[in-house]
């Protein structure tokens, strides 16, 4: 097997403890149960004190308090919704702030829900050039602080809060926890118009929350297999270079860690295109924590690391957001 891209020092993850039945949703109204019997969803995580940045504050502390003050050199915290303050405001800045690394620098990374994903890739090139320091990968998201319907605002998938982080650092580590050894990222522009209105408008025009009005709007105008093709497509393209960079079969694979959609997007969209006879995957767990926007991936692997995972069995991190992206990532753990 080929070297590793980089390491991974830690995976952390605020849970709140609040949740919210989806039969408790249908009751009140705001889902229907035929929604829920396609999607699946069983609960969302409902966080009502700690805002996101706030969330990801204790994910970085858990991560990096063990570690030497000047190691850290990267923030890169990702987000899909609104964080509770003016758009200018930078959430990786208050982080490293609140956490006492003013040294490292923070940036903020906007590309859907897969953009936590794609701040995993870019620090794995970061530290190629800057050994001996870390890049701290963080995602936060609460969707109870706006007009955001969690249960309805978008079609077949249920949102959660939450926050998750993963510490990274040069492929060199003897302490590591695991192994990046390889990870891909791809997209197909075309379908971000799911998500745009035909022309612009200002903003107190805007209806910020429906999702599902320019999802219908391009459904009606591509077909409804547009993003499948797609995205069978880009996983496809994604999963053969990953075998090609790593060296790996289907059959090595142990876990397959996919993103919290709903049962019907999951099982039409993202698993025709693993044959994993080995792997376990962590669907069940996605359908009782909800969409966790960008934190999903770093949620899967720390239940992973939870249930004491074989040393040297080998994850796959499946990441996908609007723009459209898609990402995959393969880990290997340590001792």
Not at 151 to 170: F, P, R, T, V
Request: charged share 20%.
């Amino acid at each position: 097997m080929k070297p590793a891209l980089a390491t991974i020092l830690g995976v952390a993850r605020h849970v709140p403890s609040a949740c919210e039945a989806s039969l408790h949703a249908v009751e009140r109204g705001r889902i229907t149960a035929a929604e829920i019997e396609k999607s699946r969803f069983s609960a969302v995580q409902v966080e009502d004190t700690l805002f996101p940045a706030d969330m990801a504050v204790g994910v970085a502390r858990e991560l990096t308090r063990p570690r030497a003050d000047d190691e850290l050199r990267w923030c890169l915290y990702s987000h899909i919704h609104y964080q509770g303050q003016p758009a200018l405001w930078s959430p990786a800045s208050y982080i490293l702030e609140t956490i006492g690394k003013p040294a490292a620098m923070g940036l903020n990374i906007r590309q859907g829900c897969n953009a936590a994903m794609i701040s995993v890739e870019i620090a794995c090139s970061l530290l190629a050039s800057e050994p001996g320091k870390t890049a701290l990968c963080l995602a936060a998201d609460r969707f109870n602080i706006s007009g955001f319907d969690r249960w309805n605002a978008d079609y077949g998938i249920a949102y959660g809060d939450g926050a998750a982080g993963m510490l990274i650092g040069d492929r060199h580590r003897s302490e590591a926890v695991a192994d990046i050894l390889a990870i891909r990222s791809t997209n197909a522009p075309f379908l971000e118009r799911m998500h745009r209105h035909p022309v612009p408008m200002n903003e107190q025009d805007v209806e910020p929350y429906d999702i599902r009005a320019t999802k219908k709007r391009f459904l009606a105008e591509q077909g409804t297999l547009a993003l499948t093709t797609a995205t069978r497509t880009a996983l496809m393209s994604l999963w053969a270079g990953i075998q090609s960079d790593a060296d790996v079969r289907p059959e090595d694979i142990r876990y397959l860690v996919l993103p919290h959609l709903g049962y019907t997007l999951l099982t039409e969209n993202y698993a025709p295109v693993f044959d994993l006879p080995n792997a376990t995957s962590n669907l069940e767990e996605g359908l009782a924590v909800g969409h966790l926007g960008c934190a999903d991936a770093f949620h899967g692997l720390r239940s992973l690391f939870e249930s004491r995972p074989r040393p040297g069995s080998l994850a796959l991190l499946v990441g996908a957001g609007a723009g459209f992206s898609w990402s995959l990532c393969l880990v290997r753990f340590r001792p």
